[in-house]
């Protein structure tokens, strides 16, 4: 897999899948259920480590992702993180103001558990399975950090930077100053490869999308650049792929479930890496659904240096089946 990030084509394609440490594997429910919440076992070492590692024994993904969060930036920023049973991540005090963003105090040592776990990962994973660590991009951890949630809309966060784009500059800046950090960190403790996730990237506009997606993810890039390859992951952004494939340096591009492949490999630059795109339903459907869709996303790149991949994160009602047959349909070419 890690050939494949760097540009050389693998007759047949390194597959992992967003989100494939969690709650569809009984080992990880039964763990969560000795351990307790989603965020202690983030911040348990040995916990998470042992998450990390689980689809890797189960299945044997070319790929392992760390078991963490997006939001631990804004943790290590000087926010409150916290999840509501049910109802997913909160922060507090939430970024409305310039006030409330100076006053907030930086927290580093928040992430050494995060460091841990890679240590502990790196120690036990084969050396043939590539490790990613990754981080969120500055836009989509900026709209947790003045929401205090996830938003299907992003509205709080839109309407910031439009009354005041210097405040959502200042917050995007220190965002991406503690982002390179920690995939810095990262890496010295053990990944090999990152993923900066940008899961709300397609709610801006054309000419927002170049100001607080393409120049932070370029800026992040360029400090990671020769360490480790950077997938970029720009969830939604469509029509902008190729100005994000050509300006921000990332080293992949993965794409979602909404994204034609064969569009995509015709208008991406030559020979760029490219991951994903199966849409995490038709794993759900499986059987002839399942296959026509891997035949699809096979089919459209026959000279392009491809990782198989979801479009977007597993979903928990995943039949494990359906996971078998995906990887034994990738790997027998």
Not at 86 to 114: C, F, M
């Amino acid at each position: 897999m890690l050939e494949t990030l760097k540009g050389v084509r693998q007759e047949v394609p390194p597959i992992w899948l967003m989100r494939q440490a969690g709650r569809y594997l009984p080992e990880y429910r039964a763990l969560r259920a000795e351990k307790g919440g989603f965020l202690e076992l983030a911040l348990d070492p040995q916990a998470a480590a042992e998450i990390t590692l689980q689809p890797i024994r189960r299945f044997g993904m070319d790929g392992a992702i760390l078991f963490s969060d997006i939001l631990m930036v804004p943790m290590a920023l000087g926010q409150k993180l916290w999840f509501e049973t049910g109802e997913g991540p909160r922060l507090a005090p939430t970024v409305t103001s310039r006030d409330v963003l100076d006053a907030l105090e930086s927290r580093p040592e928040a992430l050494q558990p995060v460091y841990e776990t890679v240590r502990q990962v790196r120690t036990a994973l084969d050396p043939r399975v590539t490790f990613l660590g990754f981080a969120g991009s500055p836009w989509t951890v900026a709209t947790y950090m003045i929401a205090g949630q996830g938003s299907r809309e992003q509205a709080e966060a839109r309407r910031l930077a439009h009354a005041d784009p210097g405040l959502m500059q200042a917050l995007v800046d220190r965002i991406a100053d503690c982002t390179i950090d920690y995939l810095n960190a990262q890496i010295d403790a053990g990944v090999e490869a990152v993923q900066l996730f940008d899961s709300w990237a397609g709610s801006l506009s054309p000419e927002q999308f170049e100001r607080w997606v393409i120049a932070p993810t370029a800026r992040i890039a360029a400090a990671v650049k020769g360490r480790a390859p950077v997938i970029g992951f720009p969830k939604g952004a469509g029509g902008k792929l190729p100005a994000y494939a050509r300006e921000t340096g990332v080293d992949a591009i993965g794409l979602d479930e909404t994204v034609d492949p064969a569009w995509a490999d015709g208008v991406l630059p030559d020979d760029l890496p490219v991951q994903g795109n199966l849409d995490p339903l038709a794993l759900i459907a499986g059987g002839e659904t399942l296959d026509r869709a891997v035949e699809r996303i096979l089919s459209a790149f026959p000279s392009r240096p491809h990782v198989f991949n979801l479009g977007h994160g597993i979903q928990q009602d995943t039949p494990i089946a359906h996971v078998e047959r995906l990887l034994a349909r990738i790997r027998r070419g």
